[in-house]
């Protein structure tokens, strides 16, 4: 399993976010988003799973981030 962060755009496409990925089956955390990383609405979901889930994100999602050995992180998505 792959560590990540995701970033969006709104609280509420957090909020869904949380609730498509527990639908799936994988457990996210909402949090302040990091200094090191930039996000619209300073919250972001931690989760663990074998890919960045693209498919389970909501529409205003920002960006997801896959945490590095170092705990850098290294952009895998980019919503534009």
């Given at each position: 399993?792959?560590?990540?962060?995701?970033?969006?755009?709104?609280?509420?496409?957090?909020?869904?976010?949380?609730?498509?990925?527990?639908?799936?089956?994988?457990?996210?955390?909402?949090?302040?988003?990091?200094?090191?990383?930039?996000?619209?609405?300073?919250?972001?979901?931690?989760?663990?799973?074998?890919?960045p889930m693209t498919?389970?994100?909501?529409?205003?999602?920002?960006?997801?981030?896959?945490?590095?050995?170092?705990?850098?992180?290294?952009?895998?998505?980019?919503?534009?």
């Open positions: 399993m792959k560590r990540y962060l995701a970033t969006f755009h709104t609280h509420l496409a957090a909020l869904m976010t949380v609730k498509s990925f527990a639908s799936r089956g994988v457990e996210g955390r909402l949090a302040p988003v990091p200094r090191s990383v930039s996000s619209s609405c300073g919250t972001c979901m931690f989760y663990e799973a074998p890919d498919d389970a994100l909501d529409e205003d999602t920002e960006a997801v981030f896959e945490t590095a050995a170092d705990g850098s992180y290294v952009c895998v998505f980019e919503n534009e």
